[in-house]
């Protein structure tokens, strides 16, 4: 198996949403965002997977230790043989890669957050800077598109978290700010044991407006002479909005589920994004 092949596995094994936007990219860009996606996934499997976190930093420093190789030419792992080609070609830069590491880090280090600032850093850890790298790849002519990928990207994380709340849970993980829940009359404890109630509609309402105000920023940040070059981020904009929408449908009930969408449904939003170059997408999440 070959680098690209390792990666190429990596990425249509996941299931992920962003796989269907990477169908449609020439062959060079598309490699190097599977890439760049295997990677993210490599650093979050070592979170997700690895139970003794004394070994997850561990694992965690030999990606920086790897990053590192990678940018002196020499790197040892098939995600970042495959994507050591791409680094100077499309802006990849060794401090976002560390950024998302340094994400990665932050699971180890903390399972509750207080407030919105201190989420939205680690959002932006785990996706805005996810966000940009991929911006990049894509190809863009304005800086202020960066603007409308870390948007995006952070849009992403907080549909991902309102997904995942059941999931991460029982993982011990709560990322729903505290005084939020505070001012929903919410308790940690009826996260932890899936209880629903009206306060807990009404927080996950709050958050999904959270969410909705983060893709209309995007939107109405992203220049439209880099709007058809960014048709992938927009392609997994439909996705995941159609996803927050579909949550909302089933009433917030993502304690004891993990509501997705059809692989059918997500080709389709993704082709349908392509065809018609996203500028449809743009005017209506960007109202």
């Not at 880090?105 to 966000?131: F, I, N, S």
């Not at 940009?132 to 598109?145: H, M, N, Q, V």
């Not at 996803?243 to 059809?262: A, F, K, P």
Request: net charge neutral; with cysteine; glycine share 6%.
């Amino acid at each position: 198996m070959t680098p690209d092949e390792y990666c190429q596995d990596k990425a249509a094994k996941s299931g992920s949403s962003f796989y269907y936007a990477f169908l449609f990219l020439p062959p060079e860009r598309r490699r190097a965002i599977v890439a760049m996606y295997a990677f993210c996934r490599e650093v979050d499997d070592v979170v997700d997977e690895v139970s003794d976190s004394s070994v997850a930093r561990i694992k965690l420093a030999w990606w920086r230790t790897e990053i590192d190789r990678m940018y002196g030419g020499a790197p040892d792992h098939p995600v970042t043989r495959a994507l050591e080609p791409h680094l100077q070609a499309y802006d990849i830069t060794r401090e976002r890669l560390l950024a998302v590491v340094d994400g990665m880090e932050m699971d180890l280090d903390q399972t509750r957050y207080l407030d919105w600032p201190g989420l939205r850093k680690y959002c932006w850890h785990a996706a805005g800077v996810v966000g940009e790298l991929s911006a990049s790849i894509f190809g863009y002519g304005d800086p202020a598109t960066l603007v409308y990928a870390e948007k995006l990207g952070l849009a992403f994380q907080m549909t991902n978290i309102i997904r995942d709340v059941g999931d991460d849970a029982r993982r011990g993980r709560i990322y729903l700010p505290m005084d939020e829940l505070q001012r929903f009359n919410v308790k940690a404890a009826d996260i932890l044991n899936g209880k629903y109630s009206d306060g807990f509609t009404a927080l996950m309402a709050f958050q999904a407006q959270r969410a909705r105000d983060l893709y209309r920023e995007a939107m109405r940040a992203l220049p439209e002479s880099d709007r058809r070059a960014q048709r992938p981020g927009l392609m997994m904009a439909a996705i995941y909005h159609a996803l927050l929408d579909e949550i909302e449908r089933d009433n917030w009930q993502v304690l004891h589920q993990r509501i997705s969408l059809t692989p059918l449904r997500k080709l389709w939003l993704a082709w349908k994004t392509w065809v018609g170059g996203g500028r449809g997408l743009v005017r209506r999440l960007a109202r």
